[in-house]
């Protein structure tokens, strides 16, 4: 085993370090292995209207904007509330080894503190445990692990302040999959899991028989890139006497459109029974009707223009919908679900330097639910990241 010298390995990580590109610095080389480390720092505070008043403290929309967390209701319950927290920042370590057929093992693992099942408190050291974001390996064009869905596009979210951005209009989630790409094409088989709507509320169920089944296609040019990816999965609710099963099908086409220093970002997702696939689970997969599963069909979708000022300074613009096609004969099970949210935002970011940004962003949500009871969110936020 050849160990690099202590001062190579120095210098090496003080020039990754001061790159303005690289968002993963090489701390050490160890024989055939390389391992790298990355992450960034970043604070946010935020200042939140809720028309129908605010949810709980201990709510994850109140650290990030989750369209199902909106609360809907009486417009004179008008509540405005101030967080601030740390939660989004996370570190991330890597390997690379070249094998002796010449092909490369590639890893990596990445955790951050938001969402986190075993939550912390704010009374007195904010101590909130890790979770996994990402966890895998990768060989000669296979990845097994967890990392995002082959049917979600990362390239097309936007630069948002918000920990999502467009969060009912996009595909948002990451999952254990083994995952094929050649060319263009990739495909995927990844955890299934199912949320149903019961006259109890939500019941998550885990009893598929078969994989989540996802293919996509990539397509770059010089203008950009578009990416059109295609799901289909089995919806189950296997609970007591009743085992039902629904197939659930979705396909989205998403990419970014360059325009000189400029950018286009979009997406739009059309399908049946998608649920937890969209817009952070703002709908669910299906409706529980007797011993019969009802998929519930949903489009959505966002659009981003970000702006450069100056070298410096930029801007990202931002609409983002859902919009669930619920039928209205299974309300007495389903309750009064989502039928649309919606959200607009505008921010302004300063970087002096490239690993260094400065924001304040402004977002305006709305949601609806079937019965026609809405709310609305104002929040301003504030954010400093710095990525090492």
């Not at 990419?255 to 400029?262: A, H, V, Y």
């Not at 489009?299 to 223009?305: D, K, L, M, N, P």
């Not at 919606?342 to 079937?370: C, D, W």
Request: hydrophobic fraction near 35%.
């Amino acid at each position: 085993m050849k160990f690099t010298p202590l001062k190579t390995l120095a210098a090496s990580a003080v020039l990754c370090a001061l790159s303005s590109t690289a968002y993963a610095a090489t701390a050490a080389k160890i024989g055939d292995t390389e391992f790298t480390y990355g992450g960034y720092i970043k604070l946010d505070s935020m200042w939140s209207d809720y028309s129908a008043g605010a949810p709980a403290g201990s709510n994850v929309g109140r650290d990030f904007y989750v369209p199902s967390t909106l609360t809907v209701g009486d417009d004179n319950s008008s509540d405005a509330v101030f967080d601030m927290h740390a939660r989004e920042s996370r570190f991330n370590f890597g390997t690379a080894t070249v094998m002796d057929n010449g092909k490369t093992v590639n890893t990596k693992i990445e955790i951050d503190f938001l969402a986190s099942a075993a939550g912390g408190n704010e009374r007195v050291s904010n101590s909130y445990a890790p979770r996994i974001r990402h966890a895998f390996v990768t060989y000669d064009g296979w990845l097994f692990g967890q990392t995002w869905s082959n049917f979600q596009n990362v390239g097309a979210l936007a630069e948002t302040l918000d920990f999502v951005g467009p969060a009912e209009g996009t595909i948002f989630v990451r999952q254990s999959q083994i995952k094929y790409t050649t060319g263009a094409w990739s495909f995927s088989l990844e955890n299934p899991e199912s949320t149903i709507s019961t006259t109890s509320g939500m019941v998550v169920t885990d009893d598929a028989s078969l994989p989540d089944f996802t293919a996509r296609y990539t397509h770059k040019a010089d203008w950009g890139n578009i990416v059109v990816a295609a799901l289909a999965r089995q919806l189950t609710y296997k609970v007591g006497s009743v085992d039902a099963d629904e197939t659930s099908f979705g396909i989205s086409a998403s990419g970014k459109i360059n325009l000189g220093e400029d950018n286009l970002k979009f997406m739009l997702t059309q399908g049946k029974g998608l649920g937890r696939y969209v817009g952070l689970n703002v709908a669910h997969g299906a409706v529980l009707n007797g011993d019969e599963l009802d998929a519930i069909d949903s489009t959505s979708g966002f659009v981003a223009y970000q702006h450069k000022w100056t070298s410096q300074w930029r801007s990202t613009f931002l609409y983002s919908f859902f919009s669930a096609d619920n039928n209205t004969d299974l309300l007495a099970i389903s309750g009064d679900p989502t039928e649309s949210s919606q959200s607009y935002s505008a921010n302004i970011l300063y970087s002096p330097v490239k690993r260094l940004t400065f924001g304040a962003e402004l977002k305006h949500a709305e949601r609806e639910t079937e019965s026609g009871v809405d709310g609305d969110l104002d929040r301003l936020q504030f954010s400093v990241k710095y990525s090492f």
